[in-house]
């Protein structure tokens, strides 16, 4: 019996067999009819799970691609740039807008804060484009994206939006909270491997591009805006991973995005119920917004990557360590996409194996229960 593999981690994801079948079909060209049907599919359902009116850009790259588009198309060296960071990849944000010679502004809270309105309020004036993080994937934290938004486009100031591990997993609402720009990538929520960097684009983010930006070739957005407007990619696409998202795609919005919402705030309850009841401590916060990704402390004297790579050889199960600062002080355990409770109690049940291998005390025989009757909700028993 081959070992059985369980991908538990917020990236990539686990992708649906529907997706795997198409990765496998035969090569097709990506100028003709049967590419251009799907690629045009993907460009409108893309408008559907963004909730915009307006372009999403497509690029054969990771979602680090799609974000330094935007840092690219909307950078003037010495105009101000305010990046807020309260995790790993807020922080790699600030180091990619310096090295395009915007002159940075970084509002940099701890690792594990949210951040403040009030405070974005305060530093944005001035700023031209103000970049924002909404699940900070190192962390665990999903920040309360509409009102900061909100504060910064008082400002007048542009706002980017880090999306990558949240789109169609939390709440984002491109259009109505004014969200110029927001990234994602195909191998998070959108249940689809790794490869595609997606971006939206209002018309003042793409009107501050064609007044200039700094040097760029592959990623100018006005480049493929026209050619997706043509249904024509601009360079050869990742063929296959389009047509692996055409079907995510439609999986998604056939199970309705306002219930996937829904299920990933399950998803992420049930988890941090199983993982109180064991008696361990989360490091992410424990609040339903936190639903992309559950952050836990490593308990005194556990040593993560034995206890991880444990997990991995013994149980197949693959969960990750901790970032930057919180590496070999943490663990994660994804839920995003192609997640369902019984992922959930079977990494729950890895973690009490693993724990108890390594010689943790914990309690045992009770995280199952407690992450399925937060997963039902309080129901009253007769
Ligand atoms: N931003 C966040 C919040 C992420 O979780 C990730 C990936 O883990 C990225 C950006 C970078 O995306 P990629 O690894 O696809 O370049």
New binding site residues.
Partial sequence: MPKKRYLFT??PTPVPPEVLEVLARPAIHHRGPDFKQAYERVLARLKEVFRTEHDVLLFT???????ESAVANLTEPGERALVVSHG??GE?WAEMVGRYGAELDHLRYAWGESPDPADVRERAAGAAVVYL??????TGVVSDLQPLAAAAKEQGALVVV?????LAAVRCETDAWGLDVV?S????ALMTP?GL?LVSVSPAALAKAARGGAARFYFDWERTRAAQEKVDAAFTPAVPLVLGLDVALGLILDEGLEAAFERHLRLGRATRAGIKAMGLELASPDEDRSAVVTTVWAPDGLDVAAFLLDLRDRLGVQLIGGQGEWRSKVFRIGHIGYFEIFDITTALGAVETGMVEAGVEIERGVAVTAALEAYEGARTRT
């Fill in positions: 917020p990236g790259s990771s979602g680090t691609g799609a974000f790993n990849f790699r993080v909404h699940s900070e994937t190192s880090d999306a990558v591990s949240s990234v990538g195909s191998q998070k790794p960097g």
